[in-house]
């Protein structure tokens, strides 16, 4: 099939799904399941989009190869998220938004909610880039983007382990979490997710053919989304209400996205 036309079955479906998503949390009153049903229906969706793009000598070993990363994201995502939504109040980021529109919630949330289908049709680019590839059979770009997709993942998973160790601890109450990958970066679950989505023009991008140039398109996105928007943002200025000069310490010593040697505190004469 052809890139657009993938790109566009992929808008619609991912619609009907926030769309369901925006009603499941009208119901629970909690928007949190926006970011679970967005994460298996994205997973669900690029790992079709990879098995179904068919071109000029393309290998049906990367094909399959890209719809295992997409499954693979979108179930370590959305397991991890499910239980949280499920077990936990709702996330400081929709407790605004309910507090912000008021009686408009309902307007407002869909508003939320909607762009974020927008934001997979975004990452088929890629991912569909990716799968096209005019290389008949898996190469060592292959193997470099696994090494990155892996990277990721057990980058991602390992500081979801140690903040969930950390706040189920009762002794850190109200501190902030200065150990493992978080005395690195404030948000290494962030930068791991992003790093993720760079798999796709290690293992496809090639200046001679200009439609590869879209595999840049997911890292992009994820990182403005991460960095900029919907990730780190909101999620410090919580911190910075609920934690205060704790946090605007850690913020002063620790790289905000990419891990990096701690910056050491100036010694008091």
């Not at 991912?14 to 970011?35: E, P, Q, S, Y």
């Not at 507090?99 to 890629?126: C, D, E, H, N, W």
């Not at 992003?194 to 595999?215: E, I």
């Not at 994820?222 to 605007?248: H, N, T």
Request: proline share 6%.
């Amino acid at each position: 099939m052809m890139l657009l036309q993938i790109v566009v079955g992929v808008l619609l479906a991912m619609t009907v799904v926030m769309v369901a998503a925006w009603a499941f949390g009208l119901k629970t009153r909690n928007g949190g399941w926006t970011d679970v049903f967005w994460s298996f229906g994205t997973g669900v969706l690029l790992a079709g989009a990879a098995f179904v793009a068919t071109g000029t000598d393309t290998s049906q070993g990367r094909r399959l190869l890209i719809a295992a990363f997409m499954l693979v994201w979108g179930l370590r995502l959305g397991l991890y998220l499910a239980p949280r939504v499920a077990g936990h109040p709702e996330d400081v980021r929709y407790a605004n938004f309910r507090q912000q529109f008021g009686k408009r919630y309902p307007v407002g949330m869909l508003f939320v909610t909607l762009p974020q289908a927008l934001a997979t049709g975004l990452l088929a680019l890629s991912v569909v880039a990716a799968a096209q590839r005019p290389a008949p059979g898996l190469d060592i770009r292959d193997a470099l983007a696994v090494l990155v997709f892996l990277a990721a993942i057990v980058g991602e998973t390992v500081a979801d382990a140690q903040m969930k160790r950390f706040r189920s601890d009762t002794a850190n109450k109200g501190k902030v979490i200065e150990t493992g990958l978080w005395a690195w970066s404030r948000h290494p679950n962030y930068f791991f997710q992003w790093l993720g989505w760079l798999a796709y023009p290690v293992m496809a991008l090639d200046p001679s053919r200009p439609v590869s140039l879209l595999t840049l398109v997911a890292p992009a996105v994820m990182y403005g989304l991460l960095r900029y928007v919907s990730g780190v943002p909101p999620l410090e200025e919580a911190m910075l209400k609920s934690r205060g000069d704790a946090f605007r310490a850690y913020q002063k010593r620790v790289s905000v996205f990419v891990p990096l040697p701690p910056r050491k505190e100036p010694e008091s004469v």
